[in-house]
């Protein structure tokens, strides 16, 4: 497989909630950092970030606006969609994976917190919204 494949075949396991899937296409020295946020290195740290996610997640969604590679490095600008139930937040999101030896061995995202917050308040007001429209029949 290409970096590029490796990468989009991890995160097509992660929005199917496979979460070991995913791991097996990582090396056990791999680092996975939510930017400012610090970063969770080694296999087992990564996978428990990642279940924790799971845990407060119904469903995650990659939409693809881009990736490209240049050697070991695939950049990725997309947007992600994380939804709870009728909540949805969806915001744009821009990472980095360094591939190594077909494992990746480094994901970095990169968004804004600001967008992150105001797409989980449109995605409940989007729920609300149709909650009170249901209730009166429309």
């Known amino acids: 497989m290409t970096e590029i494949q490796i990468v989009e075949q991890f995160l ?15 090396a056990d020295d791999v680092t996975y950092q939510n930017v400012p946020l610090p970063p969770a290195r080694g296999l087992s740290e990564v996978g428990r970030q990642l279940r924790i996610m ?3 997640t ?5 939409r693809m606006i881009n990736i490209a590679a240049n050697g070991p490095v695939v950049l990725t600008e997309r947007i992600d969609v994380l939804s709870r139930g009728s909540v ?4 744009w999101v821009c990472g980095t994976f360094e591939v190594r030896d077909g494992q990746i061995v480094l994901w970095r995202d990169y968004f804004d917190w600001t967008t992150f917050i105001a797409a989980g308040v449109k995605g409940v007001g989007r729920a609300a919204f149709g909650a009170i429209r249901k209730a009166v029949g429309r």
Request: charged share 20%; aromatic share 12%; proline share 0%.
């Open 58 to 62: 119904t469903d995650f969604e990659v």
């Open 12 to 26: 097509a396991a992660l929005e199917t909630g496979n979460v070991d899937a995913a791991l097996m296409l990582c």
């Open 88 to 91: 949805s937040a969806e915001f």
């Open 54 to 56: 799971g845990k407060y």
